[in-house]
């Protein structure tokens, strides 16, 4: 079965740091683009960033450049989003997604989501 | 504020046919192609639509993309009850060199 797994979300004071994880299993994780989305409860969703298979290209929206930092381990099936500095504006619900074969954004596998809060 | 505009809801009864709108510019829509997303209550988002109008498999052809120029919209043929979900747009901007996502509209099945 194709899935996502993430974990490491937690209660975080302003300032502070967190990674998190995304396990894939039931797919040749390192032929695809990896995303990650976040979602304060109730509210839309919005794009932190992605990462490309191979790792090489990675971009991150402006909102978090410099503090959240995306990454992968191909050899253990699972993506990474380092948390520093982080804001109480980062409390939300953070998705990781597969984007689909032959494509880079097209998200086809997300996972349940993993619940960050930021607060003092 | 989302960098592409949607409508916050939308209604139709069951059977009818609804459209959501997307509207952006030369940077995303209208130099690349269109995502929509279905929200259903407490999950993960689906993805319904993906190079403006393909259709993942299992989708069914009731859910149809259409894009001209910088904007998009979705159609929902013979609603029912389960469509009921919030609906997202999305697409790459090439001046923001990131995935922009709309605001999303709730659609209500009457």
């Known amino acids: 079965e194709v899935q996502l797994v993430e974990s490491g979300g937690g209660l975080v004071q302003p300032g502070g740091s967190l990674r998190l994880y995304c396990a894939a299993s039931?797919?040749?994780?390192?032929?695809?683009?990896m995303h990650w989305v976040r979602q304060v409860p109730g509210k839309g969703l919005v794009w932190v960033s992605r990462i490309s298979s191979d790792e090489r290209i990675s971009s991150h929206a402006d909102s978090v450049k410099g503090r959240l930092t995306i990454s992968r381990d191909n050899a253990k099936n699972t993506l990474y989003l380092q948390m520093d500095s982080l804001k109480v504006e980062d409390t939300a619900v953070y998705y990781c997604?597969?984007?689909?074969?032959?494509?880079?954004?097209?998200?086809?596998?997300w996972g349940q989501g993993t619940m960050v809060t930021v607060s003092s | 504020q989302s960098v592409l505009t949607q409508p916050p809801s939308a209604s139709g009864t069951p059977g009818q046919r609804v459209t959501i709108s997307c509207s952006g510019s030369?940077?995303?829509?209208?130099?690349?192609?269109v995502i929509w997303y279905q929200q259903l209550p407490g999950a993960a988002p689906k993805l319904l639509i993906y190079r403006s109008n393909q259709r993942p498999s299992g989708v069914p052809d009731r859910f149809s993309g259409s894009k001209s120029g910088t904007s998009a919209s979705l159609a929902i043929s013979g609603l029912q009850s389960a469509d009921e979900a919030d609906y997202y747009c999305?697409?790459?901007?090439?001046?923001?060199?990131?995935?922009?996502f709309g605001g999303g509209t709730k659609l209500t099945v009457l």
């Open positions: 997604a597969r984007a689909a074969s032959g494509t880079r954004n097209s998200l086809d596998v």
């Open positions: 039931g797919f040749t994780f390192s032929t695809y683009w």
């Open positions: 030369s940077s995303n829509i209208g130099s690349n192609s």
């Open positions: 999305a697409a790459w901007d090439d001046s923001l060199n990131g995935v922009v």
